[in-house]
């Protein structure tokens, strides 16, 4: 008898929260957000979160999606390839959302990726930029920035005007630093440019004295750095200490260079940055209103200014999937997948339009943004005239 | 030959906050037989308190490094007194649980209080290093070893040359004889604790500054004073010391020479190496039972 109303307690219970939360989601519509806010990429996923917010809040502010409000569900993936693929697959079963943006890093997204193929449920992705994402044959994955072969494709008609002949490259020891080094090093070499040591440093490391003591014996002119704000800051500190007067160039448009400027002070002067959004000069961005109306919200709420080069991310992709919501009529994974192709907005950095890549029958989605070239000069970034 | 040069300045850099790290932990370790999970955090600890101090407060930033080893201090009184004076006749796997414990609340704490991005701290030292030739260091980096150097030659007088250090070494040899000749345990143990605490949470307030401070900086840490320890052999400033500025050779040489992919690997390497060939470390002291 005991058992038996134990029992009904728990069924009523599940019933009772099973209507609940069918309740919920049919007054709101949910986005999956999997970022990592702790670890060695906190304060990017943090800043992509925040971002994410500001436009979650902006279509809520103009009457939601379909007649019901946005919600964020968002979760921290620690940094950490297992936890980013739980995260997801708490995202998709528990929370039941029909799409989700992430993962930032490649090798946070590409552990992502299986979950997405089983359940069906499409991601946008707004930070990662290994090739292999979008080669792999996922057809759910639409990915907003660019691949490191895009942006070092981008880099070829700046090279000219950087005058280098030999290049060592020091990359965070992932799927995102190794991809990058092989890529732009592909361009350096058909542009005969010399490609000298590629030196790698895992992603907890602080410190690389041994890495750039070793560059610095080398005959190479220029350091090409992929890794994220926290120990690129480290790099270039380490290098300065270390009296390293080669040209310092880094890729990614994780680098936050006003960040860079805080904490690096002048061990940050002279370096060159390949960035995906330029908001010190929001006129001269693609989509001026839209850059101004989330630089005035941004600062409103407090943010760092040195944020905005990696919210941006963020803002784009929840704008993006908002537009894919509004197409597909409903929130529904496989509706949304279909709308995403037809999905066409002009973002912060371009227009967002995906084109098919990968092998034939299970395309991914690749949107072309702009890169762009910047430099830090004595505590100011400018846009060096190429 | 130069870059051989500058890889051993960078060593001895590197190598003597390891030796700090190492020999907060030895002590505790050889001491008092606890398995300092939480070592790590109290690095990450100190690392917290110059920030606090110094950017917060706006302090001076050699003041912070005093703060931080007096809070490392207390802290770890704080510990050894509530968490492990209770259990002291608990055998050696239920102290370990505590402190891992203890480990997870503080870093949960850490990133509740301080939140998951990095924090930096901007020092006095200029920002341009001193060059020698061909060699440059920074001028903190310069600071830190000595300051490091310091600490480990006060340690060393302290456990060598003063009356509490007896008393710590008589407890190492043999707990109940030397609790029969008057020597209060519970006292030494609490001021064990507290000693290598400090120490952990100096290394952190001196290293954060060179580096980022984070919540999980501390994990590193804890892995690396393991790794010096089991080096130097249980319970031994000078094999801790050593072992700290190995473990530094082996990673820049490693990384150096050989793969910067697998620099952390190559402290391991040769701590497998070293143990294979004397298993109680390089400079273990000759241990009583009973």
Redesign the interface.
């Known amino acids: 008898m005991k058992f038996e109303s134990r029992l009904l307690t728990t069924v009523a219970a599940a019933l009772l929260s099973a209507g609940l939360a069918s309740q919920a989601s049919a007054q709101t519509i949910k986005i999956g957000v999997n970022e990592p806010?702790?670890?060695?990429f906190?304060?990017s996923g943090?800043y992509v979160v925040n971002g994410a917010k500001i436009a979650a809040d902006e279509i809520n502010s103009k009457g939601g999606l379909l007649g019901k409000k946005v919600e964020l569900v968002i979760e921290?993936n620690k940094s950490n390839s297992t936890e980013a693929a739980a995260v997801a697959e708490k995202l998709i079963t528990a929370d039941k959302v029909p799409v989700i943006m992430g993962a930032w890093g490649s090798s946070l997204t590409l552990a992502v990726m299986p979950k997405l193929l089983e359940y069906k449920v499409p991601m946008v992705v707004e930070t990662s930029s290994s090739g292999k994402i979008t080669t792999s044959g996922n057809p759910y994955i639409f990915r907003i920035s660019p691949p490191s072969a895009v942006e070092a494709a981008a880099f070829k008609n700046i090279l000219p005007k950087l005058h280098m002949k030999k290049v060592d490259f020091l990359v965070i020891?992932n799927d995102w630093g190794r991809g990058a080094a092989e890529d732009f090093g592909k361009v350096l070499k058909g542009e005969g440019v010399g490609v000298g040591l590629v030196?790698?440093?895992?992603q907890?490391?602080?410190?690389m004295?041994?890495?750039l003591?070793?560059i610095?014996?080398t005959d190479s002119d220029t350091i090409m750095v992929t890794t994220a704000v926290?120990q690129l800051?480290?790099v270039l500190?380490q290098a300065?200490?270390?009296?390293i007067k080669k040209k310092i160039v880094t890729t990614g448009g994780s680098q936050n260079p006003d960040q860079l400027i805080d904490?690096a002070?002048?061990?940050a002067s002279g370096t060159y940055h390949l960035a995906f959004f330029t908001p010190w000069y929001p006129d001269q961005t693609p989509n001026p209103a839209a850059a101004k109306y989330f630089l005035d919200e941004w600062k409103k709420r407090g943010y760092p200014f040195a944020g905005t080069t990696e919210s941006f991310r963020g803002y784009d992709g929840i704008r993006t999937i908002a537009v894919a919501i509004e197409k597909a009529g409903k929130a529904d994974p496989e509706a949304i997948t279909k709308a995403l192709w037809q999905t066409e907005l002009v973002g912060l950095n371009g227009k967002i339009k995906f084109q098919k890549q990968g092998p034939d029958g299970k395309e991914s989605g690749q949107s072309m943004p702009n890169v762009y070239l910047i430099e830090i000069k004595d505590g100011k970034v400018i846009l060096p005239k190429l | 030959m130069v870059e051989f040069l500058q890889h051993v300045i960078n060593t001895f850099i590197l190598g003597s906050t390891y030796a700090l790290l190492g020999i907060g932990l030895t002590l505790i370790f050889g001491i008092m037989r606890v398995v300092n999970f939480a070592h790590g955090e109290l690095y990450a600890f100190g690392a917290y308190c110059v920030y606090f101090v110094c950017v917060l407060l706006g302090l001076n930033f050699f003041l912070s490094l005093f703060v931080a080893l007096l809070a490392g201090c207390v802290v770890g009184a704080l510990i050894e007194v509530t968490l492990l004076r209770p259990m002291r006749n608990a055998d050696i796997d239920t102290t370990m649980l505590i402190m891992i414990g203890a480990m997870i609340v503080m870093q949960n704490g850490e990133q509740y209080i301080w939140g998951g991005v990095a924090k930096s701290v901007n020092t006095p030292f200029p920002e341009t290093p001193l060059v020698v030739g061909p060699f440059s260091v920074s001028w903190l980096r310069l600071f830190v070893f000595f300051a490091a150097l310091v600490l480990i030659a006060a340690s060393y007088f302290l456990i060598n040359r003063t009356k509490l250090g007896k008393a710590m070494r008589a407890t190492f040899q043999d707990r109940d004889t030397a609790s029969l000749m008057g020597i209060n345990i519970q006292a030494i143990y609490m001021w064990t604790f507290a000693i290598g605490s400090s120490l952990a949470a100096a290394a952190g307030a001196l290293l954060g500054p060179v580096y980022v401070i984070s919540p999980q900086m501390g994990n590193i840490a804890s892995l690396k004073a393991f790794a010096i320890v089991i080096l130097g052999g249980l319970g031994s400033i000078g094999g801790a010391t050593i072992g700290g500025f190995l473990l530094a050779f082996a990673e820049e040489i490693g990384a150096g020479y050989i793969s910067s992919g697998y620099r952390d690997a190559m402290g391991f390497l040769i701590i497998i190496a070293i143990l294979l060939f004397k298993p109680t470390g390089l400079f273990a002291r000759a241990e009583r039972i009973g």
């Open positions: 806010l702790t670890g060695p906190a304060a943090t921290d020891n030196e790698t440093m895992d907890a490391a602080q410190d004295s041994a890495q003591s070793k610095k014996a926290e800051t480290l500190k300065a200490s270390l009296g904490q002070g002048a061990a």
